[in-house]
Each structure stands twice: as C-alpha cells, then as structure tokens.
C-alpha cells in the first residue's frame, strides 16, 4: 500500500528503483450523465481522472491500473486503463483512457466510498487505497435541511455561484422608511403580516420578532437571548440571522417595512450592539410573497449582512415548528462546511426545491456571443473563443469562491494561468464567467499543469 512516512523517504531516496504514489484525482461528470461541479453525486454518472506520480529514482515501463470499488452502488463501469512509462520523478494522468463510474441514487450525500488501484508496471506491482465522497458538499455548495432524507430547504450563499439558486447581495434599506419597533433588551414583539408566509407547509398571518436577531413565523413570546445549535427547543421554528445577545436601545433599533412594489416584506436590524460589546452590526431579513414562489409554495427568505461584526458567539440557520428539522450554517464560531464565512457583503437564501446546477456554456438570455475555452485541460494558456463584437469581463474562480482574476479585452481573452497578483495557480477546477450587457455564460476548465 502506498502510504509514505519519513523513514519511506530516507528508504527511497536510498535505493534504486520506482515507487508510484496517488497525485490529483478529478471528476469529469458534464451534462448529461453529471451536473458539472466536479465531484460524484447520487445519480451522477462521469469519468474520474487519476494521476500517478513517481517519486523514485527509476522509471518504470508499462504501467496499467486497475480500480476497484468496495460498495457495489458505486460501480466502475471502465476499470482499466494504461500510462505507459512514467519516468523518474514525473507525473502521468490517464486523460485519453480515463475510468467510467455510475452512481446509485441510493447512496447518501457525503458517503465516503473506499477505492483500490492496483498498479501493475515492468517490475513493479502495488496497491494504492484511496477514498472519494459521494456528493461532499464543500463551501460553493447549498447546506440542504436534516437529519432526513430528501432535505427540504436548502441555504444558498452568495458563493454558490455555480447553482440557479445562488442570491446576489443588494442591500434593501429601510431606516426611516419602514417602523421602528423600540425592542427593549431580550423583547419579542408580533406584527399582523400583509400576506401569508408558508414555512414547512405550514400557514402563519403573523411574525414575531426578537431584539436577538431572530424571527418566527406566527404568535410566540420566547425571547431567548442564549443561543444554542439548531434544531433547538428553546425556539420554535425560526429564522435565525444572528442570534446572539443583541441590544437594540443602543443604536438605530429594530425596523420592519413591506415594500409592495417588489413583493417583499423586510426585518431590519439597524445598527445593533451585542450586550456589553463595542461594536454595531447590521443586518436584515427578508421574506418574499407568494407571487415569487418556491417549488413547494413556501415562501423565499433571503438573510443579508452589511456588515460582519460580533459573529463569534451566534447562530446562524433556520429550523422547523417542529425543532427537529434544521439548517445550521454558523454556531459558536464553527461553519457548515457547506456554508461561507459571515463577512460585510454575504447573502444567503433560504428556499426549496432540488439544487440546479448552472450548466457549462449556459446562457441566461439570449445572446450572439459563444464563450469556451481551450485546451481543456489546460496545459498552457488558455484562450476564450467570444464573438468580436462582444464587450464585458472574464472572472475566473477557484472552488471556494475565490476571486482569482479578472480578464478584458486588453487581455485577448487569454489567460495564462496566473492570479490577480501574477503569481502561477495550483492544479485544479476554476470556474469562468463571461458578463457582458446582454449575457452571463459560464464555464468550468480542470488546470492540469
């Protein structure tokens, strides 16, 4: 088994002879088998690229792979394939034969799946074991509601760039504009709602709202100040922007407006301090009427932050009337992996219905201009095929969501595999968005060198 420990180096570097080690693992999982974003998902069915790196100091010729799946719902449809020689201290990845894998819809998101690669060269024979995670969701993904299975509600941040669903951060001021509520510390406050708020299939005509950063849908007098992981008992089912122990006399307080014209009902906490804090944060919820509906009916709430103070002891997420049902994204300083750090400038929605991935080369209006990018893999500078007469920008993201850089036409829609600093990229996925007056079209490039 190709496991390397320090005393493995000393032997290798010591003796003759190759020794092959696991590098990048890819998923090729495009329409239509796959929803593009790079991982294994229940239902999916994609290619998976290996790259074998040898770190001894001999080459080894004719090598071949075998891979093997212990779960029989992750099936290796194309088990075999070849890298012919791998020289002394050099890479090779199985890009022309790469493996097929189908996954069973029955496998759980985020099920770790062990894998083996048997290697087989002139000389050399070894096993390397190795797992992947079905549908792991990392910090671009939605955060889907549970413990249960299919979730309901799903959190999308402003990240979640690679997803229809994903909010874009447009802040709604409504100081002055809308009514202050004068909450006093640890105060729940209930207000007649101008239109019906569907939460978990349930009706409410009411809201109430808290001095600590919560909201509830219908009649309750709980005013928690202690906040604590959800699902919880200590609430009913809530709409958490930042419960924490706030204190609204100190500041602008507590606001609430219904802004007919764009169907939305808006929960403003304006510039609040946490008890015995120093710093205001601002924030706002937001519930849509049902004329701008969900898959289910309920209706689509939308948490922005302003600003991104006092988050370091709060919770952040919404649960069910039942309290067994929740989405976590903050608590105590601890993030789903699925959700994006709290910073000045963060939107996330909460809405039902399955994630939809935005497809490679997908246009979102009509437009004359084509946008790819080739070679693909990259293994040089990449360059972007786009109509002469279109304008706009090219952004570049990493998986995280990480700005890594912007291109105009002054770079001839070129990119030379650099960030915004000049300095060389690692391997991997990048996502790439062309914005120009009268289109977004998206696309997803695996840098292989």
Not at 61 to 80: E, G, H, K, Q, Y
Not at 196 to 209: A, G, H, K
Not at 340 to 367: D, F, H, L, M, W
Not at 398 to 411: A, C, I, K
Request: charged content about 15%; glycine content about 8%; proline content about 7%.
């Amino acid at each position: 088994m190709a496991e390397v420990s320090a005393d493995d180096i000393s032997l290798i570097n010591n003796n003759s002879g190759p020794f092959i080690l696991l590098g990048t693992r890819t998923v090729l999982d495009s329409p239509p088998g796959g929803n593009n974003n790079g991982r294994f998902d229940p239902g999916e069915n994609g290619s998976l690229l290996l790259a074998l790196r040898n770190i001894g100091n001999q080459g080894v010729n004719n090598v071949t792979a075998l891979l093997r799946s212990t779960d029989p719902r992750f099936v290796i449809a194309d088990s075999t394939t070849s890298y012919g020689s791998i020289p002394a201290c050099s890479t090779r990845i199985n890009s022309t034969d790469p493996f097929r894998v189908q996954v069973d819809p029955s496998i759980p998101k985020e099920t770790p799946i062990q894998l083996m690669l048997l290697v087989n060269g002139t000389g050399y024979c070894d096993t390397i074991y190795f797992r992947l995670v079905v549908g792991e969701v990392v910090m671009t993904d939605p955060v889907p509601d549970g413990p249960r299975q299919p979730p309901l509600y799903w959190a999308y941040d402003d990240v979640d760039s690679s997803y229809v669903q994903h909010p874009e951060f447009s802040w709604v001021e409504i100081n002055n504009l809308g009514t202050r509520l004068n909450l006093s510390d640890d105060q729940t406050v209930q207000i007649d709602l101008p239109f019906t708020w569907q939460f978990y299939s349930t009706n409410y005509n009411q809201i109430s709202i808290c001095s600590n950063g919560w909201v509830a849908p219908g009649y309750t007098t709980a005013t928690a100040y202690y906040n604590s992981s959800l699902p919880t008992t200590t609430l009913p089912g809530v709409v958490c922007a930042n419960w924490d122990d706030l204190y609204p006399p100190y500041g602008n307080g507590v606001w609430y407006f219904y802004d007919t014209p764009n169907h939305r009902f808006v929960v403003e906490w304006d510039s609040v301090y946490y008890l015995g804090g120093s710093q205001w944060d601002k924030f706002e919820i937001i519930i849509y009427d049902q004329t701008i509906p969900t898959p289910t009916g309920d209706n689509q709430l939308i948490v922005q932050y302003l600003t991104a103070n006092n988050y370091s002891s709060s919770t952040v997420g919404i649960q069910d009337p039942t309290q067994t049902i929740a989405i976590q994204c903050l608590f105590d300083g601890s993030y789903h992996h699925g959700s994006a750090p709290i910073v000045a400038g963060r939107a996330v929605k909460y809405t039902t219905g399955s994630p939809t991935a935005i497809c490679e080369n997908r246009n979102q209006s009509p437009v004359r201009a084509r946008f790819y990018a080739f070679p693909n893999p990259a293994t040089a500078s990449i360059r972007f095929n786009v109509d002469q007469n279109t304008a706009g920008i090219i952004t570049i993201y990493d998986q995280t969501g990480r700005l890594v850089r912007t291109l105009s036409r002054e770079n001839r829609w070129q990119w030379d595999g650099k960030d915004k600093n000049g300095k060389p990229v690692g391997r991997g996925v990048y996502f790439c968005r062309l914005k120009s007056n009268d289109a977004q079209l998206e696309t997803k490039l695996i840098l292989t060198r």
